[in-house]
């Protein structure tokens, strides 16, 4: 059976999750990340619409208009969850109280920069609070597919406009995982179902291959 790879881009993002972590999941494929948090691990998801406690999907039904994300999509709160104004949840997000962001992109670069917000023209939404997600958070995590109608979303040079001059902190596709550093882009785990000579055809920026290479 095909893997789904955005259910496998959102599988190994859990993976780096931790007890007590403060998270914050951008909108679209981030959100799927909720979905797969390790067994016995136990974080608080925000959305800076103004909530912590941020709980699944709810059935069919059971939906309630003033609970939604910051993707208007609905949600459910979990016992103890807290809501605030948005004042207060930038306040969170730029005081950096933040764990973990994990956010979509559209392209990031050999120096690990993202772009993540509005194509000029198109009717995509702005970049709502994700030049203040990256900024602020204590971890940010890029969960992208790799590529785009075949064509690269890792680049040498992103090609729009920066959601932030900071470094983002780990890169996760469906093919690769690959953290940014000093010395450039470390390819560091594979997907089972690809091979390096893949990853690196797809992959316009220049990747180190690490010497512990993964599969995953």
Known sequence: MPVDPKEKIAKR???ELSEGDLVNLGIGLPTLVANYIPKGVHVFFQSENGIIGMGPEPEKGFENKDLTNAGAGFITALPGAMTFDSAFSFAIIRGGHLDVTVLGGL????????????IPGKMIPG??????????AK????????T?????????KCTLPLTSVRRVDLIVTELAVI?????GLVLEEIAEETTLEEVLKLTEARLIVSKDLKKF
């Open 107 to 118: 392209q990031v670069d050999e120096e690990g920069h993202l772009a993540n917000w509005m």
């Open 127 to 136: 970049m709502g609070g994700a030049m203040d997600l990256v900024t602020g």
């Open 139 to 146: 971890k940010v995590i890029v969960a992208m597919t790799h």
């Open 13 to 15: 993002v859990a993976m």
């Open 148 to 156: 785009a109608k075949g064509e690269p979303k890792i680049l040498k």
């Open 179 to 183: 953290r940014p550093t000093d010395e």
